[in-house]
Nanobody, 126 residues
Framework: QVQLVESGGGSVQAGGSLRLSCAAS????????MGWFRQAPGKEREGVAA???????SYADSVKGRFTISKDNAKNTLYLQMNNLKPEDTAMYYC????????????????????WGEGTVVTISS
């Protein structure tokens, strides 16, 4: 019912910026929140940022002050502006949506979202 497609990933040097986009289709209006999650090779998935239907946002401590999550309801698109990127930000980034959880709840349950995109790779070199 909900389809999510990420774009905007790539390879940049530390200190650079990237803007990820997530095009949504289907019944996304019924989702309680949307968010971005990431998973580095050999590591568990972690929540990065999430946004509620009312616009309230939540961020992982590791990205606060550097990343900004936003959405354009008219375009059915979710964004993640990533600035001052660090090598530890290297991972597969996934867009996700949930019908019940709030943004703050979603960040603590990295595998609990209802719908997922296939991911976009972000590689940060030193």
């Amino acid at each position: 019912q909900v389809q999510l497609v990420e774009s905007g990933g790539g390879s940049v040097q530390a200190g650079g910026s990237l803007r990820l986009s997530c095009a949504a289709s289907g019944y996304t209006y019924s989702s309680n929140c949307m968010g971005w999650f990431r998973q580095a090779p050999g590591k568990e998935r972690e929540g990065v940022a999430a946004i509620d239907s009312d616009g309230s946002t939540s961020y992982a401590d590791s990205v606060k002050g550097r990343f900004t999550i936003s959405k354009d309801n008219a375009k059915n698109t979710l964004y993640l502006q990533m600035n001052n990127l660090k090598p530890e930000d290297t991972a597969m980034y996934y867009c996700a949506a949930d019908t019940h959880m709030t943004a703050i709840q979603a960040l603590g349950v990295p595998y609990g979202m209802d719908y997922w995109g296939e991911g976009t790779v972000v590689t940060i070199s030193s």
